[in-house]
T-cell receptor, first 115, second 115 residues
């Protein structure tokens, strides 16, 4: 069975601080994808990134970076120099490469950036 | 940029009534999904659909639920006899021709309130 754990329920930081959102996953599959989605107050789910299990290179996109470590089954997300617009709920998700590719989501981390 | 659309944005219904939630996936996508999110909780997979049939469904997707692709553009979720616990945000998603190797893109959601 697949499982995603986001242990941080809520995080609150002051603008311009760096913040890291943790994601730990469990799967018996040898090949899989990991995702991060953002859910702003308006409610939609916005795709941020997808990584496959073969590629452990870290990725940076502007102020966002992701650290994938297969050895610890973690896929952490860091926002550098946070801004108020980053306030949202962030979900980590996992899918197998076989079958219907259903996404298994974590509980989400509510991030609040205070001015 | 192509996007998934959903109607209505908010549906209020009485317990026991039938509701149909509508989605228009991205036009060249072939895999379609429904997820739900009970307020404040994580996003849960309901069903996946490909080639005019269900690929996988979760335990939540019981006989009260059905999906249909009535024409070349719409993808619908029907709940036959709504219960109070069906109150949630329902998200439609679609992914491209590569299926399991493609990212799922989500619509803005339909908030269903059952009274």
């Amino acid at each position: 069975a697949q499982k995603v754990t986001q242990a941080q329920t809520e995080i609150s930081v002051v603008e311009k601080e760096d913040v890291t959102l943790d994601c730990v996953y469990e799967t018996r599959d040898t090949t899989y994808y990991l995702f991060w989605y953002k859910q702003p107050p308006s409610g939609e789910l916005v795709f941020l990134i997808r990584r496959n299990s073969f590629d452990e290179q870290n990725e940076i996109s502007g102020r966002y970076s992701w650290n994938f470590q297969k050895s610890t089954s973690s896929f952490n997300f860091t926002i550098t120099a946070s801004q108020v617009v980053d306030s949202a709920v962030y979900f980590c998700a996992l899918s197998a490469l076989a079958g219907a590719q259903k996404l298994v989501f974590g509980q989400g981390t509510r991030l609040t950036i205070n001015p | 940029e192509p996007e998934v659309t959903q109607t209505p944005s908010h549906q209020v219904t009485q317990m026991g009534q039938e509701v149909i939630l509508r989605c228009v996936p991205i036009s060249n996508h072939l895999y379609f999904y429904w997820y739900r999110q009970i307020l404040g909780q994580k996003v849960e997979f309901l069903v996946s659909f490909y080639n005019n049939e269900i690929s996988e469904k979760s335990e939540i997707f019981d006989d009260q639920f059905s999906v249909e692709r009535p024409d070349g553009s719409n993808f619908t979720l029907k709940i036959r006899s709504t219960k109070l616990e069906d109150s949630a945000m329902y998200f439609c998603a679609s992914s491209g021709a590569s299926g399991v190797t493609d990212t799922q893109y989500f619509g803005p959601g339909t908030r269903l309130t059952v009274l």
